[in-house]
């Protein structure tokens, strides 16, 4: 398993652990596994539907319209969950974009439609070989939509960087903020998070006195109020430029 760097909109590093060829086997077969499940469906359907009718071609018309969620199945369901299905939810492994964008539905169609080639036509030797000599661990389809799977289990997450998550119709408060730089944010952050966990409350005060030092500033919220407020102000202005 091979580490692959994202850089995102933000400009934020975030490292990732490329998913072992094992574990995509793994979800796909628990995809086959929903497969069969659905077929046997099917089957029970088109029976009941051949001794209503006693007509082949109806059962045929029917079975095939039955059959079309089985087709485009990792299709619509990259597109609806965000790069998963079924069995990438129980892996927690995801497709995502190497530039860092949101993946598009072009990118998980041209996925999709060399499916044909890298499981199917060929019993998924080439999607095997493909995964195994690159980098990045790409079947085909990947390297031709700019894709990667990643394992989520392993993802940075947002609170180990300076990025806070802010609505669209966030209100800053304090406007000095931008007299801080990244690293300052990133020292008030880690530290605001630890004292937090530990309820450290004396650590916390020092904290917001240092910052209303800083930044010339006095607020009447509580502590952590106060600092979560100066983070949110800082990525609100810092993002706007």
């Given at each position: 398993m091979s580490n692959i760097a994202i850089n995102t909109t933000q400009n934020v590093n975030l490292n990732y652990k490329t998913v072992s060829i094992g574990e995509r086997m793994l979800a796909f077969l628990i995809d086959i596994g929903l497969f069969w499940l659905y077929l046997f469906v099917v089957n029970f359907v088109t029976t009941l539907v051949?001794?209503?009718?006693?007509d082949n071609w109806t059962v045929f018309g029917i079975q095939s319209l039955l059959m079309l969620p089985v087709m485009f199945y990792s299709l619509y369901m990259h597109i609806i969950f965000n790069g998963r299905t079924v069995g990438k939810m129980i892996m927690k492994i995801k497709v995502v974009r190497i530039d860092g964008l949101p993946p598009r539905w072009s990118n998980y169609l041209v996925r999709w439609m060399l499916r044909l080639v890298d499981i199917w036509l060929f019993m998924a030797s080439i999607g095997i070989l493909?995964?195994?000599?690159?980098?990045?661990r790409q079947r085909l389809g990947d390297a031709a939509a700019g894709t990667v799977v990643i394992n989520t289990k392993q993802k940075v997450k947002i609170s180990h960087t300076i990025l806070e998550e802010i609505k669209d119709d966030y209100q800053p408060k304090f406007l000095n903020v931008t007299k801080l730089s990244d690293k300052d944010v990133r020292l008030i952050k880690e530290t605001y998070r630890i004292a937090g966990k530990s309820n450290d409350y004396k650590t916390l005060k020092a904290l917001r006195n240092r910052v209303e030092e800083v930044l010339e500033i006095q607020s009447e919220l509580y502590d952590r109020q106060f600092l979560d407020t100066v983070l949110k102000d800082y990525n609100y202005y810092t993002q706007q430029l």
């Open positions: 051949g001794t209503a009718f006693k493909t995964i195994l000599f690159s980098d990045k």
